[in-house]
């Protein structure tokens, strides 16, 4: 029962072009989204956040876009850099909890 | 500024064998956390603490005790160690109310065998 689903396993983008990774949900109490970026033998770092009251968030290179009526968002990242190739995880975050559940991850390789 | 610190970093363990994960933050955070990642199946959230002295079950707590007897610590024990805990376990830790700021370890590389 994934609640938060990637159904990208792996995406593959050339250096300076967009990087669109996306991410579904199926439970409507869920109330905040984040990012996370991996390397290897490191743990997941935050990377950008959204709140469901919000449609779009940006900071720097990356945007994340919400669409409540679709239970999806996703991650834009522009102009993407060889130093972006990691594994990225949706999260979301359940109505007055502070718990986050993951999804499975997507792996960027952003190549020269 | 160590953040949060868990050991050991890898580990082989036997079937039965029993071993302590251990954890420490730096960071007075009140929550913490442990999850386990498997290969393509993302993380899965364990154990989480909103406090010393509180606990609470997240997904998948079966198998694994836990015990928040400090702010800073969050030890997570396996009594009887079989192969499904073959996994990557990761401790985090934040403020109550404030999601991204998760702050994850780096990883504990477990093989039971």
């Known amino acids: 029962d994934q609640q938060v689903k990637q159904n990208s396993p792996s995406l593959s983008v050339q250096e300076g072009r967009i990087s669109i990774l996306n991410c579904d949900y199926t439970?409507?109490?869920?109330?905040?989204f984040l990012w996370y970026k991996k390397y290897p033998a490191e743990g997941p770092t935050f990377l950008i956040s959204i709140s469901s009251i919000k449609d779009k968030n940006e900071d720097g290179r990356f945007t994340v876009f919400l669409n409540k009526s679709a239970k999806h968002l996703s991650l834009h990242i522009v102009p993407s850099q060889p130093g972006d190739s990691a594994v990225y995880f949706c999260a979301a975050s359940p109505y007055n909890t502070d718990k986050l559940i993951f999804g499975t991850g997507t792996r960027l390789q952003v190549f020269p | 500024n160590a953040g949060v610190t868990q050991t050991p970093k890898f580990r082989i363990l036997k079937i039965g064998q029993s071993m302590t994960l251990q954890c420490a933050q730096d960071?007075?955070?009140?929550?913490m956390y442990w999850y386990r990642q498997d290969p393509g199946m993302g993380l899965k959230l364990i154990y989480y603490s909103v406090g010393a002295g509180i606990t609470d079950k997240g997904e998948v707590p079966n198998g694994y005790n836990v015990s928040r007897s400090t702010t800073e610590d969050f030890p997570l024990r396996l009594e009887l160690a079989a192969p499904s805990q073959t996994s990557v376990y990761f401790c985090?830790?934040?403020?109550?109310?404030?999601?991204?700021?998760?702050?994850f370890g780096s990883g504990t590389r477990l093989t039971v065998v």
């Open positions: 439970n409507s109490m869920f109330d905040y």
């Open positions: 960071m007075n955070h009140n929550y």
């Open positions: 985090a830790s934040s403020y109550s109310g404030e999601n991204y700021g998760y702050t």
